[in-house]
């Protein structure tokens, strides 16, 4: 019988680091979560889908209510579109209003071994989905999905996949440094 014994030139100890790292995720998926925010909040940069789909663009009730929200948007003599309102009628974004919360208020929390990402406004929900008038009365009128976050029965994008997978990646390669 021949018996091999190894002698310790280091690997228990990356191997131990190792293990510890995979017994704690919490790194990583704090990481994927500051990640999947930024994620989120481009899709308002950008105005598309996670997917790269355009978003529908804003209605013409929705453009004429902003601009008729200040006078300056219009000239006094004729009552015209002014400078200043056609400079912020060619800047007006779908879902970025003037407070500017559903773009920029998410949070994400670890759960279990995994993150969940959330918008913090309550309105946010009828964006992602969208919303019949017949449905919500209180609506001006029908509001089109534009999805900001991934859609569980396509997954996700392969650019947000691909990038978790690089956290993942780092974060393992370096429990073994």
Not at 54 to 66: E, V
Not at 78 to 107: C, D, M, N
Request: aromatic share 8%.
């Amino acid at each position: 019988m021949i018996q091999i014994t190894p002698t310790d030139t280091g690997v228990h100890a990356e191997l131990a680091r190792l293990v510890h790292a995979l017994d704690n995720p919490r790194p990583a998926l704090k990481a994927i979560g500051e990640l999947l925010v930024e994620f989120t909040k481009t899709r308002f940069e950008v105005s598309q889908d996670p997917y790269g789909n355009p978003w529908a663009p804003n209605a013409d009730t929705t453009l004429r209510r902003m601009l008729h929200s200040n006078a300056k948007n219009f000239t006094k003599s004729k009552g015209h579109l002014s400078a200043r309102g056609q400079r912020v009628l060619s800047y007006k974004k779908p879902l970025i209003g003037e407070s500017k919360s559903l773009s920029t208020q998410f949070a994400w929390r670890l759960v279990g071994n995994g993150v969940e990402i959330r918008p913090t406004v309550i309105y946010a929900a009828i964006q992602q989905f969208g919303g019949k008038k017949a449905d919500f009365p209180h609506l001006w009128g029908d509001i089109p999905a534009r999805p900001f976050f991934p859609d569980a029965a396509r997954g996700l994008p392969p650019g947000l996949s691909q990038r978790i997978q690089q956290v993942l990646s780092d974060y393992i390669a370096g429990a073994k440094s």
